[in-house]
């Protein structure tokens, strides 16, 4: 499963390379941390936290897991669901910093399958109705909708994935300084 959401751009694999010590580093990063628990019932209340960071997660002792603050009035905050997890070792004079973004939530899947059930449901009671003369102008029409609602979903998974991979690298970025 997970090459193929790697193949189709759902989770992105990177490398970074900080030059600081593995704690300093450590404790900069927290730092930059709203500190709550990831967990997708918690996620829709992201806005109500009192911290100004816009990435939120949590440090262990060489590991981290962090996502993207979710704002209110943003127009894709239910549908951000990329979560980087990463790993961080001292390599000489530097940091190497192993990370993985998915944007891909299996939380996810019900919901995928009762569209498809939706879907099938309603081209079956199309195509049994005796009094529609028109079933190929409607199935295309469904389909044409069912295709915008996959493929709405798709493309702002894969702009979240790409936009929480291009914050780490930000933030990455600023930590030596």
Known sequence: MKEFLKKIKLIIDFSYEVSMEKE???TRLKNNLGKQRLSIYLDLFDFF??????LIGYIKADEFKI???KKLFRFDFLIDYAIANGRFN???DKIVIETQVNGF???????????ILFYSF??????????????GLTLIFFVF????????????MVKSTKRLKKMLE??????PL
């Open 170 to 175: 930000t933030e990455f970025n600023r930590l």
């Open 24 to 26: 300093e580093f450590r």
């Open 145 to 156: 909708i069912g295709l915008l609602v996959f493929g709405f979903s798709y493309f702002m």
């Open 90 to 92: 001292q390599e000489k």
């Open 105 to 115: 939530h299996y939380g996810m899947i019900p919901l995928y399958l009762l569209t």
């Open 67 to 69: 996502r993207k603050k």
């Open 49 to 54: 936290t009192p911290s100004k960071n816009d």
């Open 122 to 135: 309603i081209m079956f009671a199309i195509f049994n109705t005796s009094g529609l003369e028109d079933k």
